[in-house]
């Protein structure tokens, strides 16, 4: 199978944007695509951003940065055409919304686009490989590629196969993503894979915890950062995240694993019916509008 040279990143959100930033100064070609003019933009500004850091804090030298952007092709683009602008990627790498019914859709549309050597990845943080597959006529090129945000500075990608990925897939995969340099582990398809179904839970346990007044945000996330050395505590991680993103994950977990611990905890549900979705809104567990 050919090596992969061209990277193609469909969804330009933090994820989309953060995988194709890291491709770009890999070596890769690069294309970025999204179908809202607003997160091209947003993701634009923030390469210009951390490259320019890259550069300010001796990790990398102006030529190099300007090299990466320079590999960068943003494509804003709507509709089913724009996928055609995918047709010589080696790999696409899609992090769209967490909608099983809208990824399946993009993954059918991209498989009677694509050639036969393609790698067709997901980024999904728990929505099943082997149903995404199965909405393809290529199953054995469906891969999970479930990258961490932030993805620039998170060596981790957790590589899932589904039922019928293929060896090629997989070995391809993990080789590009220790050219991204990322360490890449395998676990299988189950609900959550293994990142999720032992991080939400506990993110879900702290919104209980506040929700029955054993301590308030803050405290919870002091305890968590200076007790148990998180970067994070996990009200603040939970924001970081986004709270539908999190009460999405413990969906698919109760569901997935036909378990009702599982479901997420009323006081979350509140804040996300609020509209308090965390940091992309302003204001979640947390305000950030100073
Ligand atoms: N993009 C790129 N780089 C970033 C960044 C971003 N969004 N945010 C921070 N950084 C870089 C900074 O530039 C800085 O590097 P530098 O000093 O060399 O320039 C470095 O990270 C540290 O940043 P800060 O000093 O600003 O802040 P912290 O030391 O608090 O680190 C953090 C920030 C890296 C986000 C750290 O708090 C952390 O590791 N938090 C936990 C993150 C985590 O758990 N992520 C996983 C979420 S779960 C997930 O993604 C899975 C999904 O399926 C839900």
């Known amino acids: ?9 469909i969804g330009a959100g933090q994820m989309g944007g953060g995988i194709a930033q890291i491709a770009a100064t ?30 300010e804090k001796g990790r990398m030298t102006q030529p190099d940065a300007d090299a990466a952007k320079s590999r960068i092709t943003y494509i804003n683009d709507q509709g089913d055409a724009a996928l055609n602008n995918l047709a010589d990627a080696d790999i ?9 019914a809208i990824k399946k859709d993009l993954f059918a549309k991209l498989a009677a686009m694509l050639t036969a050597d393609q790698i067709l990845a997901t980024n999904t943080s728990s929505i ?19 990258f961490f945000n932030p993805v620039p500075v998170m060596k981790l990608v957790e590589v899932i196969n589904g039922l019928a ?39 879900n346990e702290a919104f209980y915890a506040w929700m029955e007044g054993v301590a308030e945000p803050a405290h919870i996330d002091e305890i968590m950062k200076l007790g148990c ?11 970081f995240i986004g709270l539908d993103t ?8 109760a569901d997935g694993l036909n378990n009702e611990r599982y479901r997420a905890c009323p006081l979350l549900k509140q804040l996300v019916t609020a509209n308090r979705l965390g940091d992309k809104t302003g204001r979640g567990v947390f305000d950030y509008s100073k």
Do not use: Q
């Not at 199978?1 to 990143?9: D, S």
């Not at 690069?30 to 997160?39: H, M, N, Q, R, W």
């Open 1 to 9: 199978m050919p090596e992969i040279k061209n990277i193609a990143v």
């Open 92 to 100: 696409v790498i899609e992090a769209i919304i967490e909608d099983a």
């Open 229 to 239: 050395a998180h970067p994070m505590g996990p009200l603040r991680l939970a924001d």
């Open 26 to 55: 890999a070596g890769f070609t690069t294309k970025l695509l999204d179908p809202f003019p607003g997160a091209i933009d947003k993701a634009k500004s923030l390469h210009d951003k951390l490259l320019a850091r890259a550069v």
């Open 128 to 146: 099943s490989i082997t149903e995404i597959a199965a909405a393809t006529p290529c199953p054995d090129r469906v891969i999970g590629m479930h």
């Open 165 to 203: 990925t293929s060896p090629d897939t997989t070995e391809r995969t993990i080789a590009l993503a220790e050219k991204l340099s990322k360490t890449p582990v395998p676990a299988n398809d189950r609900a959550g894979f293994v990142s999720n179904r032992v991080l939400m839970p506990m993110i």
């Open 246 to 253: 999190c009460v999405h994950i413990m969906d698919v977990l």
